[in-house]
């Protein structure tokens, strides 16, 4: 594995372990992802069970450069009713 993979890949696990802590201790109703395909699939593997139990949805698609408004159409379509 070559250093940049091995480096977002530690990042997902070490966010996720973050991200368990927050819903554990009830930070957040409701989890909507949005990252690049291969992060989002580390990301996912590495979420916990309360995490998990608070995914509404998610986005594979790297929307850093996007505008204010192309965002919100993304988010729009993913986001919880």
Known sequence: QDPHRAAEASFAHHLAAELEKAAAMGRFD???LVAPP??????RKALGVATRQRLRGSLDEDIVQASLTA????LDEVRPG
């Open 71 to 74: 965002i919100i159409c993304h």
């Open 38 to 43: 291969i992060f989002l699939g580390d990301l």
């Open 30 to 32: 409701w989890l909507l």
